[in-house]
């Protein structure tokens, strides 16, 4: 029986294989080489893409925040469709900017538990909204104010902790960026 379910479960997956080869082979087969070439690069675009999002995003988590529109009961009396959940995206970007912004004072002050205060703030918003990158390093900045490396189990001195979480906010920063831009054109596109 267990020869059986290994031949059934390749058996699909050749079928699903054959069919666009045989499809291909009943017309000219440059043409068919062609055409996936000319694919090739929309589908590596597209999977970019997707890989972008997962390693920015947990869509998991922001559909969730997706998925209350639909108990708002749609549109807003303008018309708008996810107006709540684009005022609570919005007002994650508003909130992370000034976050950004008080971090860097933070940082020309030499002010390591405010950092870490900060770094703890904004995870938990970013955590919210499933923006992985920006929630894990915040995280890192608040051990970091703690004069601490929690992956390598060490502490550190001042000195390294503020270089550490000065190169973390400018890393910060651009996964944000990445991530405000993929939203942004996620609610374009939903209007």
């Given at each position: 029986m ?6 059934t ?59 209350m ?101 400018t ?21």
């Amino acid at each position: 029986m267990s020869d059986t379910k290994g031949q059934t479960s390749t058996s699909p997956e050749k079928k699903v294989e054959d069919k666009p080869a045989a499809s291909s082979s009943s017309s000219t087969p440059a043409k068919p080489e062609s055409t996936e070439k000319t694919t090739t690069p929309d589908v590596k675009k597209e999977e970019e893409k997707l890989e972008l999002e997962e390693d920015v995003i947990d869509m998991e988590t922001f559909q969730q925040i997706m998925d209350m529109d639909e108990e708002d009961e749609g549109d807003d009396e303008d018309g708008e469709k996810h107006a709540f959940s684009k005022g609570i995206v919005w007002g994650y970007f508003e909130q992370a900017e000034a976050t950004f912004k008080d971090m860097e004072a933070a940082i020309v002050a030499e002010d390591l538990a405010k950092l870490s205060s900060l770094g703890h703030f904004l995870k938990g918003s970013s955590a919210a909204l499933g923006i992985i990158k920006v929630q894990a390093s915040c995280e890192k900045m608040q051990h970091y104010g703690n004069l601490r490396d929690e992956e390598a189990g060490v502490s550190l001195g001042a000195p390294e902790a503020l270089k550490r979480i000065k190169e973390l906010l400018t890393a910060c920063k651009k996964d944000y960026e990445v991530a405000k831009n993929w939203m942004e054109n996620l609610y374009e596109e939903d209007q």
